[in-house]
T-cell receptor
Framework: EAGVTQFPSHSVIEKGQTVTLRCDPISGHDNLYWYRRVMGKEIKFLLHFVKESKQDESGMPNNRFLAERTGGTYSTLKVQPAELEDSGVYFC???????????????FGPGTRLTVT | AQSVSQHNHHVILSEAASLELGCNYSYGGTVNLFWYVQYPGQHLQLLLKYFSGDPLVKGIKGFEAEFIKSKFSFNLRKPSVQWSDTAEYFCAVIISSNTGKLIFGQGTTLQVKP
């Protein structure tokens, strides 16, 4: 079974540019999460999809961040325009259905390291 | 706001030493508790989890953790560490009334000297 994949693994962009991060969850996983770790800080929740619907986007920093999950499969996270403080590692995770505690067992991708200069 | 606190940011041990990493959370309700590990160059992996039942849980690679509700703690232990345990360890909680959002501690980097 393939794990959670993320693309790109590393992105370096200039302040003001746009970047789109992609996450492919484990096949069949309805839940998809985005997290971010800014250097020196803890990993913080950004948002949660259930299939194609945003279930919780309370962690999104501001309206420069836009997440989508068209068709309930892969997800993209766009940052436009990027600012210096957006630098960090962006993790994606997925988990199975909501009926059982399987929702709580999240499988993480390798992360995308974003550097804004 | 709910939070998770890990007591040590950086721990250095020699092989065969015992390990205990502290973790406390701030939430008075029901929680689900996790320890994740990130080995160098690899992605976050689940080490162990506690949902209910026996408060002493065993995970992979000889790790265990004890949930002490009265202390709001979920400390990670291993009797004898190996060089291959060098990694960053994260304590995390899910509040049951939530959507499955993980709240992480700051992480503890463990360096095991051979």
């Amino acid at each position: 079974e393939a794990g959670v994949t993320q693309f790109p693994s590393h992105s370096v962009i200039e302040k003001g540019q746009t970047v789109t991060l992609r996450c492919d969850p484990i096949s069949g996983h309805d839940n998809l999460y985005w997290y971010r770790r800014v250097m020196g800080k803890e990993i913080k929740f950004l948002l949660h999809f259930v299939k194609e619907s945003k279930q919780d986007e309370s962690g999104m920093p501001n309206n420069r961040f836009l997440a989508e999950r068209t068709g309930g499969t892969y997800s993209t996270l766009k940052v436009q325009p990027a600012e210096l403080e957006d630098s960090g590692v962006y993790f994606c995770a997925s988990s199975q259905d909501r009926v059982t505690t399987a929702i709580y067992e999240q499988y993480f991708g390798p992360g995308t390291r974003l550097t804004v200069t | 706001a709910q939070s998770v606190s890990q007591h040590n940011h950086h721990v250095i041990l020699s092989e065969a030493a015992s390990l205990e990493l502290g973790c406390n959370y701030s939430y008075g309700g029901t929680v689900n508790l996790f320890w994740y590990v990130q080995y160098p160059g690899q992605h976050l992996q689940l080490l162990l989890k506690y949902f209910s039942g026996d408060p002493l849980v065993k995970g992979i690679k000889g790790f265990e953790a004890e949930f002490i509700k009265s202390k709001f703690s979920f400390n990670l232990r291993k009797p004898s560490v190996q060089w291959s345990d060098t990694a960053e360890y994260f304590c995390a909680v899910i509040i049951s009334s939530n959507t499955g959002k993980l709240i992480f501690g700051q992480g503890t980097t463990l360096q095991v000297k051979p």
